[in-house]
């Protein structure tokens, strides 16, 4: 009996396990067939690419770097500044070394040519040296003295009036208080050193209708060309680039000092002078220190 029941009992036991083991399997199997199924892994070809091409750029981009600097030179740098119409001193000057940019800069072995000419424009420290930044033009410490002009629209060509440029300065006006006849030449050769507008705040403020002209003259010029500025009666031609400027005949400059205020002298005694060099008595009357007519003398 006791064999029975255990054999019943394994039996039994077994029965509910096998049913167990059996559900189990069934669960799986239906647990299985609900699951989702896992999408596969998305590729982005572009991205890859993209990525291909960025190291790629970045090789090409150092190669370049690399190949840049080794063909680099030696140019003219500024290293303090220099005002326009000065003369360039050995110590403005720099070494840099630059790759090839296409800029017509000045190499460094130039700069024995560049010192002690005179900058067309304000150089300012850092800019690299080019030819437009040099005048050909003499200095005016070199034997030319600096004199302001303010002048209105109408008394200077409105446009290419920079630095450097050499202009022909003339009298304009009624010629009235002694001043130089209208159409007269002042200065043959005058050089441009400054040009600035009204209103901008420099050390004298013109008028918005007024520019401001500073033109280095020579000294034998310097009077009556700031005669006439004071007066604003100077205008002022441009002279091309390449023109060669002649300087007036002697005739030409004694009659324009005339005319500005310096006159030939007239003699004390003997009246009016005449084209002869004699003298011209003016209604009979005598000259002083001459023959008295008959009648008029004596007692």
Do not use: C
């Not at 029965?15 to 998305?42: C, K, V, Y």
């Not at 030819?131 to 629209?153: Q, T």
């Amino acid at each position: 009996m006791k064999a029975n029941q255990s054999t019943v009992s394994g039996g039994g036991a077994a029965g509910p396990s096998g049913g167990t083991a059996g559900l189990g399997r069934s669960g799986l199997g239906t647990s299985g067939g609900q699951r989702l199924p896992s999408s596969p892994r998305e590729r982005k070809p572009a991205l890859a690419a993209l990525a291909v091409l960025l190291i790629l750029g970045g090789a090409l981009a150092s190669a370049y770097l690399v190949m840049a600097s080794g063909e680099r030179v030696s140019a003219i740098r500024i290293a303090q500044p220099v005002a326009a119409g000065q003369q360039i001193p050995a110590s403005a000057l720099e070494e840099v070394q630059i790759g090839d940019t296409g800029i017509q800069f000045l190499a460094w072995s130039e700069r024995a040519k560049v010192t002690g000419r005179v900058a067309a424009v304000r150089l300012v420290p850092g800019a690299l040296l080019t030819n437009g930044m040099i005048s050909k033009s003499d200095a005016p410490e070199n034997g030319r003295v600096v004199v302001g002009l303010a002048l209105k629209p109408g008394q200077a060509p409105t446009g290419d009036l920079v630095e450097g440029k050499h202009v022909i300065l003339y009298a304009v006006g009624n010629g009235q208080n002694g001043g130089p006849r209208p159409g007269a030449v002042l200065a043959q050769d005058a050089i441009v050193v400054g040009v600035g507008a009204g209103d901008d705040g420099g050390p004298t403020r013109l008028r918005s209708d007024q520019t401001s002209v500073d033109v280095a003259v020579l000294p034998a010029d310097a009077a009556q060309v700031a005669q006439a500025a004071s007066a604003g009666a100077v205008a002022l031609a441009l002279v091309p680039d390449g023109t060669k400027v002649s300087a007036p005949p002697a005739k030409q400059q004694k009659q324009n000092k005339q005319e500005s205020g310096g006159v030939e002298p007239v003699p004390d005694q003997g009246g009016a002078p005449t084209q002869s060099g004699g003298t011209q008595n003016q209604g009979g009357t005598p000259n002083q220190g001459g023959p008295q007519s008959p009648g008029t003398g004596g007692n």
